[in-house]
Structures are given as C-alpha cells and as structure tokens.
C-alpha cells in the first residue's frame, strides 16, 4: 500500500497532497487505552526487515525517480526576493538560525478550493562542501540514522531501515532508496527515503533527500502505544553556489490526521518547524562522523557496530616520562604549569592551547542508544579529519560493509576489540 502524490500537473509551485491509493488502512488514534511503552522499546514492534515483491521493488524505484524529478522542477519555479527570502504573501517565517529561514505556507495562499495540507519551506545556506552535507543526509544504515539525529538534535526517538532498495555503490556512495521508520514524539512515519546527486540542467552538481510516506500492512499501526502513523512528503536539495558556500531548500507537506484543530496544528508545525533547523548542523555532524571514522580505523572496530567511549583522563605534567621530555607534540614547548591531555586520535600529549574537545557520538553495545561524550584532540589531526574527503570515507565504509562477516573463531570478538581499545587509549 503506498501513498501517492496529488496536483503534480499544478502550474504554480508543487503542491504534494498525500492521498491513500489503496483502500483498508485504519489508524489508530491514541486514546484511554493506550499501552504504556517506552520510545526505544517500540522499534521491536516493527519488523526487522520488509519482505517485498518485486513489482513492489519496482514500483518504489519508480516512485523515488518521480519524486526526485518533481522536487527539481518545483525547486526551479520557486520564486524568492532578490536577498533570497520567500514572498511574504504566500509564506510566513516561522523560525531562523544562522543564514537558515523556515516558513509555513499561507492558508489562501494556493487559490485552489481543494483542501490543502499544511506546508512548509525552507531556504539558507550553510558553510562548507556539498560532500559534508551528503555525508550526513545519506544515512543508510540504522546505526547512520541514529548516530545523525544525535547529532543534529531534528527531533528523531527513534529510527530503523525496514528495506533498502537501492545501496550505495563505490560510483554513487550517497545514492540510496530504502523504506524507514521514524519515532517522532507521538508520532510514527514510514516514508520512502531516497538521497544521491543528480545534475542540473545547467550542469551543477545538487543532492537531494527525500521522504515520502508510504504504507504497507506488514509494518503495524502503534496506536496502542499511544503513537499515532502521520503522512508526510519532504524534500532537501543541496547546490555548491560557491567553493565554500552549500545553498539549502526543502519543501515539506504534512498530514497529523488527529490535528483538525488549527491550533493544534499550527502546534505541530511549528515544532516540524524548529526540527528543520538542525540542518544548520550538518557540517558539524560531518565533522563528527569523521572523528569516529578515524577512531574506529585506529582501533580495528567494524563501522557499524558499538564502540566505547573510555572516561576522559587529564593529567598534571609528570617528571619523568618520555612524551613529557619533548613537551606539547604541537607547538614543541614545555607545559610548564600547564595541564597535558592525550589526543585521543594519535595519542600524543598535548598543550591546552593545542588541543580542542569535540562532541563524539557512539553506538553503544546493546546497538540501542547512542553515547556521547566530549573528547580531546590535537589540532592537527582536527586540521586532517576537517579536511578529509568524506566521498573517500563514505567509500571505505561501503567496502567494509559489503565484506562477508567473519566466522566464529576467526577473528576477536567486538566486544574483545572495545576492551582492549579501552585499554590502550586511558
């Protein structure tokens, strides 16, 4: 069962209205008899993985290639002031951060007499590469998902890929088409989720990411657990407009079923609202992710397994070691009064003027949560990771991915390899 898209023929800037294609989905609206269960618990109640036909394959693969195509033409027509703003008379700024400005769509604003879904847009820019951006929009795997919305804080509980449909390759590292879940406060989405780069027609390079709600009867309603299946259909694309300048767009439609009051509505999306103003945090994520590539290439760990997160340990200058005698591996001066803190990259020591913290997000063993915790690095191994080709990385993790998993007996264990990177990281 998919949903489907509306008004695609529309001559003024898409309207996508979420429409049921097949008949005989009921939802469940959360009420008195809701079953109490905690938000990372509910991901069990949805399959592991989403067996499907390959008409269904084909048919989705189809679904993605018009979404992609008419997210591009509707990104063309869009008509914006000279400073890059919305026009005001159809659009209301709901929310800004940095150089990111969220709107929500005027209620007449369409002059059409045919219901319209709550809708929003987003224009900016951030500072960095189209690649960094990629990096973190591309998450096709459930350890990616959840280790993203650590990050940039958009609001996910809770995240699972039920069914990829088209993995990234070595030739395209961000292209992929998979079916996912989301836990969003009380509200659950099952969308088709596409993200790659596609060229213009004038030749420039832009990503794109896109959710389109979908619905298939293998993946159950969690109405008794209060949580209530919302539509949505959404769209980010991302163009270099200068060599260190990302331009941002995103155009969204929501259907919250249980939100026929306006005020509740407008509740909703402005909390949908404020959620889309985690992209001003994509490069920092990228950054992160960088960090935690690095760490797990040092210590030998899987790229989609758990890692620990050992305590921080600072330390007074001791009298008599030998990376103590040389002093700060940076700047080559003594510590004299000075505290020495470990690069945890390539555990030299290291001033407080030569040494930065970073935020760095972790799968944790039970591959649930997510650990976070703020560790020391030189800068220059920042200088390195921030200059990294996240294609190359996204690469690497590709082929790790695709290699057979080792057979019992062969090689450590994970959790024997988080140990003893324990260990020689204190």
Same mark, same amino acid.
């Given at each position: 069962?998919? @949903?489907?898209?509306?008004?695609?023929?529309?001559?003024?800037? /898409?309207?996508?209205?979420?429409?049921?294609?097949?008949?005989?989905?009921?939802?469940?609206?959360?009420?008195?008899?809701?079953?109490?269960?905690?938000?990372?618990?509910?991901?069990? /109640?949805?399959?592991?993985?989403?067996?499907?036909?390959?008409?269904?394959?084909?048919?989705?693969?189809?679904?993605?290639?018009?979404?992609?195509?008419?997210?591009?033409?509707?990104?063309?027509?869009?008509?914006?002031?000279?400073?890059?703003?919305?026009?005001?008379? $159809?659009?209301?700024?709901?929310?800004?951060?940095?150089?990111?400005?969220?709107?929500?769509?005027?209620?007449?604003?369409?002059?059409?007499?045919?219901?319209?879904?709550?809708?929003?847009?987003?224009?900016?820019?951030?500072?960095?590469?189209?690649?960094?951006?990629? @990096?973190?929009?591309?998450?096709?795997?459930?350890?990616?998902?959840?280790?993203?919305?650590?990050?940039?804080?958009?609001?996910?509980?809770?995240?699972?890929?039920?069914?990829?449909?088209?993995?990234?390759?070595?030739?395209?590292?961000?292209?992929?088409?998979?079916?996912?879940?989301?836990? +969003?406060?009380?509200?659950?989405?099952? /969308?088709?989720?596409?993200?790659?780069?596609?060229?213009?027609?004038?030749?420039?390079?832009?990503?794109?990411?896109?959710?389109?709600?979908?619905? @298939?009867?293998?993946?159950?309603?969690?109405?008794?657990?209060?949580?209530?299946?919302?539509?949505?259909?959404?769209?980010?694309?991302?163009?270099?407009?200068?060599?260190?300048?990302?331009? #941002?767009?995103?155009?969204?439609?929501?259907?919250?079923?249980?939100?026929?009051?306006?005020?509740?509505?407008?509740?909703?999306?402005?909390?949908?609202?404020?959620?889309?103003?985690?992209?001003?945090?994509?490069?920092?994520?990228?950054?992160?992710?960088?960090?935690?590539?690095?760490? +797990?290439?040092?210590? *030998?760990?899987?790229?989609? *397994?758990?890692?620990?997160?050992?305590?921080?340990?600072?330390?007074?200058?001791?009298?008599?070691?030998?990376?103590?005698?040389?002093? =700060?591996?940076?700047?080559? $001066?003594?510590? *004299? @009064?000075?505290?020495?803190?470990? /690069?945890?990259? #390539?555990?030299?020591?290291?001033?407080?003027?030569?040494?930065?913290?970073?935020?760095? =997000?972790?799968?944790?063993?039970? +591959?649930?949560?997510?650990?976070?915790?703020?560790?020391?690095?030189?800068?220059?191994?920042? =200088?390195?990771?921030?200059?990294?080709?996240?294609?190359?990385?996204?690469?690497?993790?590709? $082929?790790?991915?695709? $290699?057979?998993?080792?057979?019992?007996?062969?090689?450590?264990?994970?959790?024997?390899?988080?140990?003893?990177?324990?260990?020689?990281?204190?």
């Amino acid at each position: 069962m998919l @949903f489907g898209i509306e008004g695609l023929h529309r001559a003024e800037c /898409c309207h996508f209205a979420i429409r049921t294609l097949l008949s005989g989905r009921h939802l469940c609206v959360p009420g008195a008899n809701s079953t109490t269960m905690k938000p990372q618990d509910l991901a069990h /109640c949805i399959p592991p993985m989403l067996e499907l036909s390959e008409s269904d394959v084909v048919s989705l693969r189809e679904l993605a290639d018009t979404l992609v195509t008419h997210n591009l033409q509707s990104y063309r027509s869009l008509q914006v002031s000279s400073d890059g703003h919305a026009d005001a008379r $159809r659009w209301k700024e709901l929310r800004r951060k940095d150089d990111i400005r969220v709107y929500k769509e005027r209620s007449a604003a369409s002059g059409s007499t045919l219901p319209c879904l709550p809708s929003l847009l987003l224009l900016g820019k951030v500072i960095g590469k189209l690649e960094d951006v990629m @990096f973190v929009a591309a998450a096709s795997t459930d350890e990616q998902m959840k280790l993203t919305s650590r990050c940039i804080q958009d609001g996910v509980v809770d995240s699972k890929v039920v069914k990829s449909i088209v993995q990234p390759t070595d030739d395209h590292p961000f292209r992929h088409v998979g079916v996912k879940w989301r836990l +969003r406060d009380t509200r659950d989405y099952v /969308c088709l989720d596409a993200t790659g780069i596609t060229t213009s027609c004038n030749g420039e390079q832009l990503g794109f990411s896109i959710s389109h709600s979908v619905a @298939f009867a293998k993946i159950p309603s969690l109405g008794k657990f209060g949580v209530e299946r919302a539509n949505m259909s959404v769209c980010y694309l991302f163009l270099q407009k200068t060599p260190e300048i990302v331009e #941002c767009y995103a155009r969204g439609f929501f259907d919250f079923r249980s939100d026929s009051n306006e005020l509740f509505s407008n509740l909703s999306m402005n909390a949908v609202a404020t959620h889309w103003l985690s992209l001003s945090k994509y490069v920092e994520c990228a950054e992160i992710k960088k960090i935690v590539w690095r760490l +797990r290439k040092n210590s *030998g760990l899987p790229v989609n *397994g758990p890692m620990a997160i050992e305590p921080v340990k600072i330390t007074t200058r001791s009298v008599s070691t030998e990376n103590d005698a040389s002093g =700060c591996s940076v700047c080559k $001066r003594s510590y *004299g @009064f000075s505290l020495r803190r470990t /690069c945890k990259i #390539c555990q030299c020591g290291v001033c407080s003027g030569c040494s930065v913290k970073k935020l760095v =997000c972790v799968l944790a063993p039970d +591959r649930r949560t997510i650990l976070d915790k703020k560790r020391t690095f030189c800068t220059t191994c920042m =200088c390195e990771v921030t200059r990294s080709d996240a294609v190359a990385i996204t690469r690497d993790e590709i $082929r790790e991915l695709q $290699r057979p998993e080792p057979q019992d007996g062969d090689l450590e264990s994970t959790d024997e390899r988080i140990a003893r990177y324990d260990k020689t990281s204190c």
